[in-house]
Every structure is written in C-alpha cells, then in structure tokens.
C-alpha cells in the first residue's frame, strides 16, 4: 500500500511569510504527528492529530499550527516565518492506539531567507 | 521530563566489524522504546522496538534489549555492512496518554567503510 507523502517536498520561503505543509497518511491510518528536524535541535515533535483533534502537543510557539480534515489528511501552518523556521518537517501517520506504528514520510524541507 | 541520551557520532567502522550505539532514557512511568534509521534524503524508518522491560527487538541483524534496571536500550549489530551507513535515533513513548509523541536522541551517524 501507498506510504506517507508529503507536499510539497521542497518549500523556499522568505521571513515574515506564512507556509502550510500537507501531510496524506497511510489508507486507514487515523493518527498524524509533526516533528521538526534541525541540525541543532534534532528531531522536535510538534503536534499530533487523530480523528480530526489535536491529541498531543510539544513546545513550540503559537505560530506553528495544524489541522486534520476527515479524510485524516493533516496540514501544518507556519506563520510569520523565521529564518530558524528552517528544517526538515516530517510527518507520521499511524492507527493511533497505542503500541501501533508510527510511519514517516519523507519530509518537507523548508528555506527560510 | 522525559528524555533520550545517545551517543555522539559519528562512528565509523569497517566492514564486518561488531557495532554498539549506547542508548539511555529518563521517564516517569514505563516507556515503550524504539530505535529508527534514517538514510541520507529519506525520511525515518522503523527498525526494531521493545514495549515493556526484558524485551528484546530485532530486525535485519540488529538487536536492543529493554534494561528497565539501567534504564537503557542499546543497539549491536554483529556484522555491519557498508549499507548500514546511516543516522541512527533512539526515541521513546508513553503508552498512556502520549502514545504518538515520539522524543528522540540527537542521533548517531554511522559510517562503515569497505
């Protein structure tokens, strides 16, 4: 079956803007998580969604947001970008009960300049 | 809060030879614990987990055991070969509420050489 796909996979941005990054999970899949990679930070978890409600979510400011829509498809919006803004934003989908599998996409890399 | 020690990298190693990547955690409760690969351009992958102390997972040659006593969960792998090279994390999760809240370590490159 079909992974995780992200869109797009590469995004250039300049400061101040705003970015929305979309997420299609695996068929069936229910739960979607967010995570931040940098160099600097390592790997950051943003913010979870399952049946359409945010579940879980890390330390990030408020101009980092999402949604899940009822086809479990999640988007992740950036606003007023930053140039630390700039990583790689993977996202994971899973059945969402515990124990299940978090499988990941291959990423959205964001520039911000 | 909880939190994912691994070692720094990068390690690099020859062909054949035995490879460990120390792993320790700090948790309040019981976590699950995983370690996922990520190649160069690629998202990460799933390569072994263990859910509860005494566990041990394995997958493609590499094995980690779940020592609740030493709080740890280190990866060997007897026989490293050149497409082992990768960046390897250790992440846990709690079952209870935050099941798909995954922290991770900060990585550790591995280079095997022919």
């Known amino acids: 079956k079909a992974g995780v796909t992200q869109t797009p996979r590469y995004l250039i941005k300049t400061r101040g803007q705003q970015v929305t990054l979309s997420c299609s999970p695996i068929s069936g899949h229910r739960s979607v998580s967010w995570y931040q990679q940098t160099p600097g930070q390592g790997l950051q978890f943003l913010f979870e969604?399952?049946?359409?409600?945010?579940?879980n979510k890390g330390n990030f400011p408020g101009r980092f947001s999402g949604r899940q829509f009822s086809n479990s498809r999640s988007e992740m919006n950036v606003s007023t970008l930053e140039l630390g803004d700039s990583a790689l934003y993977l996202c994971?989908?899973?059945?969402?009960?515990?124990?299940?599998?978090?499988?990941f996409g291959p990423g959205t890399r964001l520039t911000v300049l | 809060g909880n939190s994912v020690t691994q070692m720094e990298g990068p390690v690099t190693l020859s062909e054949e030879a035995f490879l460990t990547i120390n792993c320790t955690y700090t948790a309040t409760g019981y976590p699950s614990l995983f370690w996922y690969v990520q190649y160069p351009g690629e998202g990460l992958q799933l390569l072994l987990k263990a859910t509860k102390a005494d566990d041990k997972g394995s997958n493609k040659g590499f094995e980690a055991t779940y020592r609740k006593e030493t709080t740890s969960f280190h990866l060997e792998k007897g026989s490293v070969q050149v497409s082992d090279s990768a960046v390897y994390f250790c992440?846990?999760?709690?079952?209870?509420?935050?099941?798909?809240?995954?922290?991770f370590g900060a990585g550790t490159q591995v280079v095997v050489t022919p």
């Open positions: 992440a846990l999760s709690m079952t209870t509420d935050s099941w798909g809240k995954l922290q």
């Open positions: 969604y399952f049946s359409e409600t945010q579940r």
């Open positions: 994971a989908s899973s059945l969402g009960l515990a124990y299940n599998e978090q499988f």
